[in-house]
Nanobody, 121 residues
Framework: QVQLVESGGGLVQAGGSLRLSCAAS????????MGWFRQAPGKVREFVAA????????YYADSVKGRFTISRDNAKKVVYLQMNSLKPEDTAVYYC??????????????WGQGTQVTVSS
């Protein structure tokens, strides 16, 4: 089993920044990569960004390119999502996810409980 705990969400004004963290614990040795997803009210969950633990593979959704940055700390097994120039449409519950398959195709195996990000206009 793998446990994922997100933190760092909150309320911010448009144009502001937040940094989300996701700490992974448990049987993390099988992890190839981590990802961030989000789900706004009434909408389907969507991909935001993903990063491999090794090899430097990084992917972003077009909607966040140039504003969000994903990074990781291999020693701590923590993945970060730095979110700048936030917009009201970024408001959502943000989830981190763990995968054992190579990027970019395939499924994620474990999910965190999510952290709320609210961007006011």
């Amino acid at each position: 089993q793998v446990q994922l705990v997100e933190s760092g969400g909150g309320l911010v004004q448009a144009g502001g920044s937040l940094r989300l963290s996701c700490a992974a614990s448990g049987r993390t040795f099988s992890s190839y990569a981590m990802g961030w997803f989000r789900q706004a009210p009434g909408k389907v969950r969507e991909f935001v960004a993903a990063i491999s633990w090794f090899g430097g593979y990084i992917y972003y959704a077009d909607s966040v390119k140039g504003r969000f940055t994903i990074s990781r700390d291999n020693a701590k097994k923590v993945v970060y999502l730095q979110m700048n120039s936030l917009k009201p449409e970024d408001t959502a519950v943000y989830y981190c996810a763990f995968r054992s398959q190579p990027l970019p195709d395939g499924n994620y195996d474990y999910w965190g409980q999510g952290t709320q990000v609210t961007v006011s206009s």
